[in-house]
């Protein structure tokens, strides 16, 4: 899979959550000077508070997403979804 195929589904500023397919569920957010997309793996739990700790800047649990592994993103050599990265949620 391909980042062009994360599925956008809620949308805050300058991120979103979604879906890979039917099961994989992600955390986009844009970076850099041109608003490069890159993901990060979260649990379905995860996806359905997004109203509620996107919200809260400087949180815990924002910060420790931002933090796992980047599993794919836009940037040259990073575009296909890196299975390898993807934990049981």
Known sequence: MR??????????RYQSVGKFGDNIYAYE?????TDTPEYHQISKEE?????????????????????RPVICSGYLGRAELN????RDM
């Open 3 to 12: 980042y062009n195929e994360y599925i956008r589904l809620k949308t805050d």
């Open 29 to 33: 957010v844009l970076t850099g000077i």
């Open 47 to 67: 996806f359905e508070s997004f109203e509620i700790w996107s919200q809260e800047y400087n949180t815990e649990k924002l910060y420790e997403i931002i933090n």
């Open 83 to 86: 299975t390898s990265l993807l």
